[in-house]
């Protein structure tokens, strides 16, 4: 089984494209989506819709959830409030409801998805340091462990079963090892933050055990101008060229 695991589209069509199109030539048996359709960019209904076609075994992510009034955006940077607002205005019924029919955890195979942390989902909490990785690992059921949220790929690993150091890699593969969990970041599609402005995605590949952190390119320009063409702010445009 080979699995694309992708997040944090956030109405970025073109990445969201380009993404698509190189998972295609994986040849990949499913697709996993830790959460966030939306917000930020300028293409919410036709990521929803694109979306859609995928067929994907989802979680629901902040901004999801905050597109259809099912969590506060009072957290929310006033780049992303104004985001999310405009992007309520864009959404049809249909949309909304499609929004809300993601839950806050599944479980799949040997994998778990969300979009934040298994301690409090709904709270949206990142993962930034190990401390923070373990609190997920603890509770994960699961020999894996894939989240979105922070836009910064990264994995964790902990021993499973006994008692050791928790660490972090940041290389592009990695081979799973027997005895040991793994806490994933796959990065973002649509709002990379990790210093590299080109789309995220992942792929597992079960057969082989390997988890493969990659990267596209795709037209920035083009989605800055609809950014800017829809009225939003333009620091969101302005962080797409630089991976920010």
Not at 52 to 72: E, Q, R
Not at 105 to 130: A, G, M, R
Not at 147 to 161: Q, Y
């Amino acid at each position: 089984m080979k699995y694309a695991i992708i997040s944090d589209i956030h109405s970025n069509l073109e990445a969201f494209r380009a993404v698509i199109g190189a998972i295609k030539k994986e040849k990949v048996d499913k697709y996993l989506f830790v959460g966030d359709i939306v917000g930020y960019g300028a293409d919410p209904c036709e990521c929803i819709a694109d979306f859609k076609k995928l067929k994907c075994t989802a979680v629901v992510g902040n901004h999801d959830w905050g597109a259809v009034d099912l969590t506060s955006i009072e957290g929310f940077n006033s780049y992303a409030q104004e985001a999310i607002k405009w992007t309520i205005d864009q959404l049809s019924e249909k949309d909304k409801e499609f929004l809300k029919s993601f839950p806050l955890v599944k479980k799949i195979d040997d994998i778990t998805l969300v979009h934040s942390t298994l301690e409090n989902p709904e709270k949206w909490h990142y993962i930034y340091s190990t401390f923070q990785a373990h609190k997920s690992i603890e509770l994960q059921e699961t020999k894996i462990l894939f989240v979105g949220h922070s836009h910064m790929p990264i994995t964790f690993l902990e021993p499973s079963g006994t008692k050791g150091p928790i660490r972090f890699v940041k290389e592009e593969t990695v081979q799973i090892q027997k005895d040991y969990k793994y806490l994933i970041n796959v990065g973002s599609v649509g709002q990379p933050r990790d210093g590299n402005p080109r789309a995220c995605y992942c792929i597992y590949d079960k057969e082989t055990q390997t988890i493969d952190i990659k990267r596209v390119e795709y037209d920035i320009k083009k989605a800055q101008e609809k950014i800017i063409e829809a009225g939003l702010p333009e620091r969101l445009a302005q962080r797409l060229e630089n991976g920010e």
